[in-house]
């Protein structure tokens, strides 16, 4: 598939102005997507928002990161536009890589784990990529031995 808009309209002889960063940039990987999805299948905005059941505005906001792609959007986006496996994985792949928000529920989590799970929140936006590097090597020890 196409990485992104800015390809897609470029390889179909449209003139793109502005550097292609500064267009993407604005955009998920979903938003992406989704928006190739309907320029092939020559669709506007509002043929998909009838498709996912959402008003415009709210896959506006999905499709900016505003808002996590709901879950049951896959199956409707999958079936309606007849993806291939490989597709799908694609689309799976940019929902996962356009999420915006975590929801941890702590439940069933002890002080010790509920202490944790607050640090990481309060330190995530100053985090860089060698904690976050260790941080994985940790979790992924401790996935490896549960197993």
């Known amino acids: 598939m196409v990485n992104?808009?800015?390809?897609?309209?470029?390889?179909?002889?449209?003139?793109?102005?502005?550097?292609?960063?500064?267009?993407?940039?604005?955009?998920?990987?979903?938003?992406?997507?989704?928006?190739v999805l309907r320029i092939k299948n020559h669709e506007v905005m509002g043929d998909m928002a009838k498709v996912v059941g959402a008003s415009l505005p709210f896959l506006s906001a999905v499709?900016?990161?505003?808002?996590?792609?709901?879950?049951?959007?896959?199956?409707?986006?999958?079936?309606?536009?007849?993806?291939t496996v490989a597709e799908k994985q694609e689309l799976e792949s940019a929902i996962e890589e356009s999420?915006?928000?975590?929801?941890?529920?702590?439940?069933?989590?002890?002080?010790?784990?509920?202490?944790?799970?607050?640090?990481?929140?309060?330190?995530?936006?100053?985090?860089d990529d060698e904690t976050a590097t260790k941080i994985l090597e940790l979790l992924s020890k401790k996935e490896e031995h549960s197993n």
Do not use: C
């Not at 800015?6 to 990987?29: C, H, N, P, R």
């Not at 792609?69 to 309606?80: G, Y």
């Open 4 to 35: 992104s808009v800015v390809d897609f309209l470029v390889i179909f002889g449209y003139s793109v102005s502005a550097q292609k960063e500064d267009i993407t940039m604005a955009y998920t990987k979903f938003g992406e997507f989704v928006r």
């Open 63 to 83: 499709e900016n990161g505003k808002k996590n792609v709901p879950a049951e959007w896959v199956e409707k986006i999958v079936t309606h536009y007849g993806l």
């Open 99 to 127: 999420r915006t928000q975590y929801k941890i529920t702590p439940i069933n989590a002890g002080i010790q784990q509920r202490r944790a799970a607050m640090q990481f929140a309060r330190s995530f936006d100053e985090m």
